[in-house]
């Protein structure tokens, strides 16, 4: 059934999905970034800054990815600003990435118990120091397990960029198809493809759910306990 | 009104020592939540040194009353003053206080990623600037006090109710607080593990540490009370030396010492 699949072309997918983990990586970082000056915002005492966070979530949140590709891609040209398939991609995904996670990890920031707030305070410490030193630390292994199956959706996410001429695993998929055109095997390579790299991360996302506790898992608390 | 106070003549050491001026003042303090009026023009003194008991049916302010001493509550009218610190004045520093009043709660509310000991450092580390080898001395000292000394690595989780509140005690203790307030400490535990935590404030007490406690152990508040504050309805109903529990004056604290048997 694959017989026809000569090793160049297996090449060019192997590159694409390479690709699909570049641009996944990418998003997840930037986004990760901006997604977390964007949970601080949507909690700061600041009511302003607070709101202007809300309003980028929601306009993000209710724009089609495909949509933010298209305004980078053959929008900025137009008000002068070339960017290439790679930084175009880049740049829509943590777009999109950072409005999604700047809503889990506020979720997360705020289901630490208020009564965590008011030890903290009554201790004397800062804003800063009771959010980055008891409330952060208790909010990222709540924020764990969906940030890491948020990541799964970014993989798939990723598959859009073909629209802007990107060449990841979809794209290189669609490539090779046009040459060999046999778009039952070749798509369900892709399909493979994908499902191998994102099984394994839901996976270990069910795993992270199931082990909550806090005594567990010492050497990453440790990080937060000393500096 | 209906207050009824007595003269502070139960203390053996009251004219013993200089007439020192008190370290906790609250003068008519007024408390709203929506359409309750929860504290309704609350006076009261605290000494140095003193163990304030604070009594009365749930609702009737005392909780409030506390968390507005270290200001977790602002108050709307009234005047509140502890170890220097004007806390109703909108420009108090509210770090000077807290470095000041140390509070333990009914929960606990250790800070469950970090061990016994590291949840002790923490504060002094941070809000003090004490240096790493002086705060984990520190710690070892305040555990010790607490009797917990096996348990310095542990983390909250791995802990009965009993020694989470003493950890949480010690934790207060090694920011070396001038007052501490305990909010219904006992409140969450069963029997015996109550009796572990009230001995560790009784040692405290023995110490000479300013305390007020909300609580609901009759029988601790007779043993260790200076003073007595029976509130009722948003105020302090009645006032006086331990002595006041055996023999109210007041219908109401009457009535509140019989359903509690």
Known sequence: MFAHLNASQLQFLIDGALWTVVLSSIAMI????VGFVIALARVSPGAGLRRAAAVYIQVVQGTPLLVILFVTYFGLPTIGVTVSPLVSAGMSLTINVSA????????????????????????????????????????????????????VQVIKNTSLASVVGFVELARAGQIINNSIFQPFSVYLIIAAIYFCLCFPISRLSRR???????????????????? | MNEFVRTDAARPDADAAAPASPIVTLHDVHKRFGATQVLNGVSFEVERGAVTVIIGRSGSGKSTALRCINRLEQIDRGEISVCGHRVDSPSVSLKALRLDVGIVFQQYNLFPHLT???????????????????????????????????????????????????????????????????DEVTSALDPQLTGEVLRVIESLAAGGMTMIMVTHEMGFARLVADQVLFMHQGRVWER??????????????????????
């Open chain 1, 30 to 33: 930037c986004g990760g970034m």
């Open chain 1, 100 to 151: 999604y996670l700047g809503e889990i990890w506020r979720g997360a920031i705020q289901s630490v118990p208020a009564p965590q707030w008011e030890a903290a305070e009554c201790l004397a410490l800062t804003r800063t120091q009771r959010m980055f030193r008891v409330v952060l630390p208790q909010a990222i292994r709540i924020a764990t397990p969906p940030t890491v199956g948020f990541s």
């Open chain 1, 208 to 227: 992270l759910e199931r082990r909550r506790g806090f005594a567990r898992a010492l050497p990453e608390l440790e990080v937060f306990a000393h500096e």
């Open chain 2, 116 to 182: 016994v000991e590291q949840n002790i450092m923490l504060a002094p580390r941070l809000a003090r600037s004490v240096g790493k080898a002086e705060a984990r001395e520190l710690a070892h000292d305040v555990i010790a006090r607490v009797g917990l000394a096996d348990k310095a690595g542990h983390y909250p989780e791995q802990l009965s109710g009993g020694q989470q509140q003493r950890a949480a005690i010690a934790r207060s203790l090694a920011m070396e607080p001038k007052v501490m307030l305990f």
């Open chain 2, 240 to 261: 006086g030396g331990p002595e006041i529990m055996r023999a109210p004056a007041t219908a109401e604290l009457q009535q509140f010492l019989e359903s509690d048997l």
